[in-house]
């Protein structure tokens, strides 16, 4: 059984209480006791980033850059011990893991060449005698605050901007997965970030969460994680004196509809690539399948027969598609819903059970779902998948629309007309065609509408740096 123990004494070394940090596919296997942060060390964290906010600032863009891009390089000399760290961690399979860790690399090396780029626009002058331009600046300390489920690219996706545009940071993991946070910090602190930049808080959020956001030094807050968290986090951010930017990305109740006329075998292999690839702990994941009623009995046996391939197990075990969930508490919440999938009416058709003795739960298909439901209304971010029919296109549609969260919407077609009337119609931040409504290019923006997000500003893409930067306008007169 592999100890981080020494990772866990150098990056969480809080001085508040502790707690062990298990692998979810083995209840013996403590990776390492972490201790956690207090109040007060998360408000020295802050302080710690005010005051080497000036200095990171005014380091060149493009040194800037160079830094970020040689963490990922040294992130990627090193990806197969971080991946393994991140299986036994979060619980996702091994190749989950890698194609996280290499977007991970990605995401800092992309970051780190556009800071070469960082700057500001020339424009004209209706005076001869005057010139004007634009310089982009650092907001001065921001916070990112994180998720569990991708506990590296996640974090990727807002610290590597949030760098390159020159601020400091306050970074707070979610507390069940802080080590894969420690061994990114390893690498930016190898490739030269200076100490006191970006500072880990590991604590519980109701307490550092708080305080990090609440600290008037916090120029701006990115949060990724729940809905009910981000409400919460505006409320504090609007009852600041401070003027801070909020970024929310949030929950997801994401369908996949699939058409009359679609191909099914691929619709049932985007389905369960979609549910229960990263055990359906995906804010992007499908979780409700619409179908059309001529599709619906070839839709489903292929999705059974397709299912029967499909094998949940510890992450690290060679071809296992599935891990366990993350933890405990996330364990009995799905299987709470999967009662509330019973006991509501709907047909269980597949999975439904657990295997202990890690935190394994079968791919879970109810079928006969409705609205008013809770698997069809409410976020599980389980494996959990429900099916409902729907008489006509229009329905469909109707159907995608009527939760209250926008964040990946899907549609299997050939229909010319109905794909473009669904990508027009969908309430989503992401639209995809042909394509499961799981997984995302860093180049592309991404943002949830409704529920899923505050609708403030995109993450990753190029245009994620406008979030974590403001701008200057001159004029200059000669
Ligand atoms: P969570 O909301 O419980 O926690 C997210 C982060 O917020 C954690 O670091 C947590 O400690 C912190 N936090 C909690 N209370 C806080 C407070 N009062 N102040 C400040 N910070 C606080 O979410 P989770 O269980 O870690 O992650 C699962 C959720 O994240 C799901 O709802 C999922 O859909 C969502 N998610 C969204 C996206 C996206 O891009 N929209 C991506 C991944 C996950």
Redesign the pocket.
């Known amino acids: 059984m592999r100890s981080y123990q020494e990772l866990a004494d150098r990056w969480v070394r809080g001085s508040g209480g502790s707690l062990n940090d298990v692998d979810p596919a083995d209840p013996d296997h403590v990776m390492a006791r972490v201790r956690l942060s207090t109040k007060e060390d998360a408000r020295a964290a802050v302080e710690a980033a005010r005051s080497k906010s000036a200095g990171w600032g005014g380091i060149p863009p493009p040194r800037r850059g160079g830094i970020l891009m040689k963490a990922g390089e040294l992130m990627e000399s090193a990806a197969e011990e971080l991946s393994e760290l991140l299986t036994y961690e979060e619980g996702k399979t091994l190749p989950e893991s890698r194609a996280e860790v290499a977007r991970t690399c990605a995401l800092f090396k992309f970051y780190g060449a556009i800071a070469y780029k960082f700057g500001g626009v020339a424009l004209p002058s209706s005076d001869p005698n005057t010139r004007i331009f634009t310089a982009k600046v650092p907001l001065g300390v921001v916070a990112v605050?994180?998720?569990?489920?991708?506990p590296a690219s996640?974090p990727a996706w807002k610290l590597a901007p949030a760098l390159a545009a020159g601020n400091a940071v306050v970074f707070?993991?979610?507390?069940?997965t802080p080590l894969t946070g420690a061994k990114m910090l390893e690498a930016l602190e190898k490739a030269g970030l200076p100490p006191g930049v970006l500072n880990m808080v590991v604590?519980?959020?109701?307490?550092?969460?708080?305080t990090?956001?609440a600290h008037e030094a916090v120029r701006a807050?990115s949060?990724?994680?729940?809905?009910?968290?981000?409400a919460?986090?505006g409320k504090?951010l609007a009852s600041k004196d401070e003027m801070t930017r909020m970024q929310?990305?949030?929950?997801?109740k994401n369908a996949l509809v699939v058409d009359s006329d679609a191909d099914l075998a691929l619709a049932a292999d985007l389905a369960v690539r979609g549910a229960f690839g990263l055990t359906g702990?995906?804010?992007?994941a499908t979780s409700r399948l619409i179908v059309l009623e001529k599709a619906a009995g070839g839709l489903k046996e292929r999705l059974l027969e397709r299912l029967k391939a499909w094998k949940a197990g510890p992450g690290t075990q060679p071809g296992v598609n599935m891990g366990p969930v993350?933890d405990p508490d996330?364990y009995r919440k799905d299987l709470d819903y999967i009662e509330s999938g019973k006991s509501e009416g709907g047909k269980l058709i597949h999975g439904g059970g657990a295997t202990p003795p890690g935190l394994l739960i079968e791919p879970t298909v109810f079928d006969a779902i409705s609205p008013g439901m809770r698997i069809f209304d409410e976020?599980v971010?389980g494996p959990v998948l429900s099916l409902t029919e729907a008489a006509t296109f229009d329905e469909a549609l109707e159907l995608v629309n009527s939760v209250g969260y926008g964040?990946t919407a899907g549609i299997v077609s050939n229909d010319n007309r109905r794909i473009n009337q669904f990508i027009d119609g969908a309430q989503a931040g992401v639209v995809k065609v042909n394509k499961p409504t799981v997984g995302l290019e860093l180049q592309a923006p991404?943002?949830?509408l409704k529920k899923?997000?505050a609708g403030t500003w995109k993450?990753m893409g190029e245009g994620a740096l406008e979030f974590y930067s403001t701008e200057k306008t001159v004029y200059l007169g000669y």
């Open positions: 605050i994180t998720p569990w489920n991708f996640i707070k993991p979610a507390t069940k604590g519980r959020g109701g307490e550092v969460g708080d990090i956001v807050v949060l990724t994680g729940s809905t009910a968290v981000g919460h986090v504090v929310l990305e949030l929950g997801g702990q995906s804010c992007t993350v996330q976020e971010f964040h991404f943002g949830g899923s997000g993450e």
